[in-house]
């Protein structure tokens, strides 16, 4: 998707698009308590946001200072199409930038082959996480 710009997003001036995407992804589409969604990490964090050419919100992570990664949501319509590798790119290339020596996420179960088709490894047993089962996984930079 050539359309597609990742940018460094603001918490302040671009909250409500990074908030109204991780609601569709997270609340009402994986049942997510809305009260876990915005977190005290949000105002310290690195968030990106990728839009397409016209300015539309589809897809968003963020990066906390120590190299964990989360909040990754992609819009369903643009899921399969390389929209979140962008952002995962674009959030790894910030982390290297800041000298972090590696990142880590905690994946959902589903996504972690996709996450190590992106170079991460597991670590650790699965745990629970926000009612979802979750896998702890590293990626060295």
């Known amino acids: 998707m050539s359309d597609i710009d990742v940018r460094t997003a603001c918490w302040v001036t671009d909250r409500l698009m990074i908030e109204a995407l991780r ?9 997510i308590p ?26 968003t992570g963020r990066m906390l200072p120590d190299g964990r990664l989360g909040r990754i949501a992609v819009l369903r319509e643009f899921r399969g199409q390389g929209v979140g590798g962008k952002v995962m790119d674009y959030l790894i290339a910030r982390a290297r930038q800041n000298h972090l020596s ?9 996504a972690v082959g996709y996450y190590q088709r992106l170079g991460f490894t ?3 047993k699965p745990f629970m ?13």
């Open 102 to 110: 590696e990142v880590y996420l905690h994946a959902q179960r589903h």
């Open 129 to 141: 996480e926000a009612g979802i089962e979750h896998l702890c996984m590293r990626k060295p930079l």
């Open 122 to 124: 597991t670590e650790g």
């Open 34 to 59: 809305a009260g876990l969604e915005v977190d005290q990490h949000d105002v310290g964090s690195f968030h990106a946001l990728a839009c397409t050419g016209e300015g539309r919100g589809i897809a």
């Open 23 to 31: 609601y569709t992804v997270f609340v009402c589409e994986q049942m």
